[in-house]
């Protein structure tokens, strides 16, 4: 269904197990970076309405993503960690060459957030079906169901708002760029890494 092309290893989880602040850590600011895209497409392309409505009900559920997971860190007598870049963001933003008009360059900011939630979707689903503490495999379950939407919903725009037929050749190249990035990644506790 997500179209990935290159699955995570499933001792990825083994990874995740042995440091649960740090993935925990790493997601928050995850949800944090997801806000932040759905408030900054608003401010980018305010003309489209449909697009602001639904941008504005996500920043609001991963703002409530966030939450829950820092209340998760708080609850585990923990504070939220710093910062850290996210080498697998970084990599899948190389990928479309920058200008263009400003429907290419959105139809490529949706194309790349409908790619990181098919990925995080599918390690929140690892982490669901792996994680022996069962609490926080259930919690990963839930947000697996959520972040499938939001894939669809990234992919969904950026066919109404881009020739359907070229997005689909990007979204296809993107997929098989992506493949290769996490060729090399997968070994941190982190939820794209």
């Keep these: ?21 740090e993935i925990l850590t790493d997601h928050a600011f995850c949800e944090q970076k997801a806000a932040s895209t759905a408030i900054s497409l608003i401010v980018s392309y305010p003309e489209y309405p449909e697009l602001v409505q639904e941008m504005i009900s996500l920043s609001r559920e991963e ?11 708080l609850a585990r007598g923990k ?3 710093r910062y850290r870049k996210d080498d697998y963001v970084i990599a899948l933003m190389k990928f479309f060459p920058k200008g263009g008009d400003r429907v290419t360059q959105l139809v490529h900011r949706l194309l790349y957030a409908a790619l990181i939630e098919a990925r995080s979707c ?5 982490l669901s079906e792996k994680l022996e503490d069962r609490e926080l495999a259930e919690f990963y379950h839930k947000l697996m169901i959520s972040e499938a ?4 919903m990234f992919l969904k725009f950026a066919r109404k708002y881009g020739d359907r037929k070229e997005v689909d050749e990007k979204w296809q190249k993107l997929l098989e760029y992506e493949a290769e990035i996490m060729k090399d990644l997968g070994k941190k506790e982190t939820i794209h890494g």
């Design 1 to 21: 269904m997500l179209g990935l092309q290159l699955p995570t290893d499933p001792r990825w989880v083994n990874i995740v197990e042995k440091n649960i602040d």
């Design 63 to 73: 703002m409530g993503h966030f939450k829950m997971v820092h209340d998760r860190i």
């Design 79 to 81: 504070t939220l960690g």
């Design 122 to 126: 599918e390690r929140f689903r690892l």
């Design 149 to 152: 939407g939001h894939y669809t």
